[in-house]
């Protein structure tokens, strides 16, 4: 099962991670992969100052937009 965690901390909250999780969410579901992909939240990863961040099967990934986040969603969960 491919995991993504996704901080939920004060700074990446108000960042945008409170959007990038609708979207995700959202992506699972017209993907058909809410079975196969377990959503993490996390308090805090110790990247503030990079955030929004999150990191999908242990690859990191900050400053995340909401329009960033399909083709990140595509690298990491739709590869051969």
Same mark, same amino acid.
């Given at each position: 099962?491919?995991?993504?965690?996704?901080?939920?901390?004060?700074?990446?909250?108000?960042?945008?991670?409170?959007?990038?999780?609708?979207?995700?969410?959202?992506?699972?579901?017209?993907?058909?992969?809410?079975?196969?992909?377990?959503?993490?939240?996390?308090?805090?990863?110790?990247?503030?100052?990079?955030?929004? !961040?999150?990191?999908? !099967?242990? !690859?990191?990934?900050?400053?995340?937009?909401?329009?960033?986040?399909?083709?990140?969603?595509?690298?990491?969960?739709?590869?051969?």
């Amino acid at each position: 099962m491919k995991t993504i965690h996704i901080c939920m901390g004060s700074s990446c909250f108000a960042r945008e991670n409170r959007e990038n999780l609708k979207v995700i969410e959202e992506y699972l579901r017209t993907k058909g992969l809410s079975e196969s992909v377990h959503i993490e939240g996390s308090l805090c990863m110790g990247e503030c100052s990079k955030g929004p !961040n999150l990191s999908i !099967n242990g !690859n990191p990934y900050h400053e995340v937009h909401s329009e960033d986040l399909p083709a990140i969603l595509d690298k990491e969960l739709l590869q051969l």
